[in-house]
């Protein structure tokens, strides 16, 4: 593994279903990020994690949850998927969190709810 | 709340130069970042500036106003893989980034 990878790589979901969305970076990044970008508004924020163990809000929490068990891995669950779920969901990483960040994105999971 | 604003559409010819400007309006600042996207793939960083002035990378250089609440980003000597999409974000003071919804740069031979 090199840098972030997302999986799966896209998915179609029925509407009502649960889904996790799997993010796992290899550079020993502290900070992980879930956005969803939607033609017209741009990345939006969901939720972030600034170490292991800790969790925040973003933007547009509502609907997902996320968890950080270990540095790695960064998983994203529509605990019930709705139709206005349907975006490219796009993971991140950055090294601290802080004020000399840049923010690394994975290739993202293209995510379709019928 | 974060506002951030720049066109939805450029295009240009193959060697000139195109300037795609960024405006904010947001609750805190702290920092400025162009990102590069292009078509089904993941943003990649482009350039970071923090205090007012020029910052220049290669064929690419980003100017920053935090009085004027104004960025841009200049690409020079456009080249066909410049054809992409130019996202503008916004650090605030949580460190978290607000992003525009981007600008769609064409590049016509």
């Known amino acids: 593994i090199a840098g972030i990878t997302q999986a799966p790589t896209s998915q179609i979901l029925a509407a009502g279903r649960r889904m996790t969305l799997r993010c796992t970076q290899d550079?020993?990044?502290?900070?992980m990020y879930w956005y969803r970008q939607d033609l017209g508004l741009g990345l939006r924020l969901i939720h972030y994690?600034?170490?292991?163990?800790?969790?925040g809000k973003g933007e547009v929490p509502d609907g997902y949850s996320v968890s950080r068990a270990n540095t790695d891995d960064f998983p994203l669950t529509l605990a019930s998927a709705v139709p206005s779920q349907t975006s490219v969901y796009f993971c991140?990483?950055?090294?601290?969190?802080?004020?000399?960040?840049?923010?690394?994105f994975g290739p993202g999971t293209r995510l379709t709810v019928l | 709340g974060q506002n951030i604003d720049q066109p939805t559409e450029m295009t240009a010819t193959e060697g000139a130069i195109v300037q795609i400007n960024c405006t904010y309006q947001?609750?805190?600042?702290?920092?400025l970042f162009w990102y590069q996207q292009h078509a089904g793939e993941a943003p990649t960083f482009l350039s970071y500036?923090?205090?007012?002035g020029l910052e220049e990378k290669g064929r690419f250089s980003s100017f920053l106003s935090r009085s004027k609440g104004y960025s841009y980003l200049l690409l020079k000597e456009l080249q066909m893989k410049d054809s992409a999409s130019y996202l503008c974000?916004?650090?605030?003071?949580?460190?978290?980034?607000?992003f525009g919804a981007g600008t769609t740069v064409t590049v016509r031979a």
């Open positions: 974000a916004v650090r605030d003071n949580d460190y978290k980034l607000s």
């Open positions: 991140a990483s950055s090294f601290s969190g802080g004020a000399t960040d840049t923010q690394y």
């Open positions: 500036n923090v205090l007012d």
């Open positions: 994690s600034n170490t292991a163990g800790t969790t």
């Open positions: 947001t609750s805190g600042f702290n920092g």
């Open positions: 550079m020993r990044h502290n900070a």
